[in-house]
């Protein structure tokens, strides 16, 4: 249906690169109203290209997230109406992240060359690759050896292999090829802006505050980066890097750009439109949410990001350890982002559904829908009582995320025997996933960070009640479901509405546009006991197969 109402409006779009799709999301400037949205698969990655998963390698092409952003920007418009698109004033990105791609000499994207194409090695590093994890305890010993800063401080004190040097130095010690013709990197996040803007001088790109500081250790007290000298320790090709990338950073409410002929043409925008400084999805999506400082954000997906705000003051110099950063404006400027999260979390739920239809499909079983697994598994696990069957599974099936980084970490399983059900495997994944959730709200409170709110947010918030049920009486904390369902890409239109100048500040443009909260989950206060004694089984399981 076409949008009728308002035509003198001002539309800002937010572009949501997901981990399977790119969102496109148009907003009312003046009321927050989401006029129309768009989904676009990618194509390559749907087919499992340049992925093995037994390796924890996971690559997308940038070439498809240049098809999904101008199929779902195109369809978007098409469902707004004819006048939608002239009305557009400004364009916000989010990305998942840490997802480095390496550029050529010319500014390009490496794979697009043609003899890089289909090298792995050539495409973007997707955030849930973990195949720099030798890189990353180099990393870590590097830091912590006393011969240099803790350039890992502001980073919770452990770097990870999901992030931007130790990702960077893997591929450049597996791929002579691929070393050799990357004249430098850049983040996901800070590389779309700066297509749609026409900016092939990578010097010229204005690079995340959010990405920077997260994921590449940036810090205003050093100076930026990490030294050369740190560097050329590690391998002197990433000193000559740094030389290549960037000292100043920029928070997602400036402009990064403007919408150049090309790409107008190619999504049929207005040129010159403002394009915000990107920044991750789950940062973004906290903006979305309408999350305030001390309000816990859980951006919850295929893993889970858990944003949380601040005042400087409150946080002084304390450095919470085993989070992923705390970055000075990485969500909202003027206060200080703190992030945290799992590495699996709906991706959990999807393994034990993918066990379960190939097991259907080995014994020749026809008729039943793959997609009623996970619902139909939800209905039999709410029957059961916590911790039925004895069961307790640790969530670390892609590693541990937060408390202390760990790509090496392994999911579990104890207690199984032959009386087990598919829904009691199930019950235990979740309770998991939410002891996992409790684990790093006790990170942030023990280090004197407090939480007044939990809001959650994505798929899984808002389609899967046991799962949210569960980790309210896990946590015992309420839990406010937002409504939007693109709060990412909103989070992204939000971005872009300061950065064209609507609002004067991001602040405000988040108070105007903002999701409201749908629903709350209230906690089942009479199961805190038996919570208590499951969530210490599951930190047992968890002191084992570390």
Known sequence: MSYTRGMSSRFVLGLDFGTDSVRALLVDCDNGEEVASAV???????????????????????????????????????????????????????????SPLPLAADGTALAFHPEFSEDPDALCVLWKDHTAADEAEEINALAHGGEFPDYTQWSGGIYSSEWFWAKILHVLRANKRVARAAHTWIEHCDWVPAVLAGIGDPAQIKRSRCAAGHKAMWHPSWGGLPSSEFLARLDPRLAELRARLYTDTATADQCAGQLCEAWAKRLGLPAGIAIAVGAFDAHLGAVGAGAKPFELAKVMGTSTCDMLMAPAAAVGDKAVPGICGQVDGSIMPGLIGLEAGQSAFGDVYAWWKRVLAAGAALSGAKGGDPERILPALSEQAAKLEPGAGGLVAVDWFNGRRTPDASARARGAIAGLHLGHEPAHVFRALVEATAFGARAIVERFTEHGIAIKRIVALGGIARKNPFVMQVCADVLQRPIAIVASDQCCALGAAIAAASAAGVYKTMAAAQKALASRCERTVQPTRKLATAYDALYQRYRALGQQVS
Request: net charge positive.
């Open 40 to 98: 676009s698969a990618y194509r390559r990655w749907a087919q499992g290209a340049y992925c093995d998963a037994a390796a924890q390698r996971f690559r997308q092409h940038p070439q498809d997230h240049l098809d999904s952003m101008t199929a779902a920007v195109r369809a978007c418009l098409k469902q707004a109406g004819k006048q939608a698109a002239a009305q557009v004033v400004g364009i916000g990105v989010d990305t998942t992240g840490s």
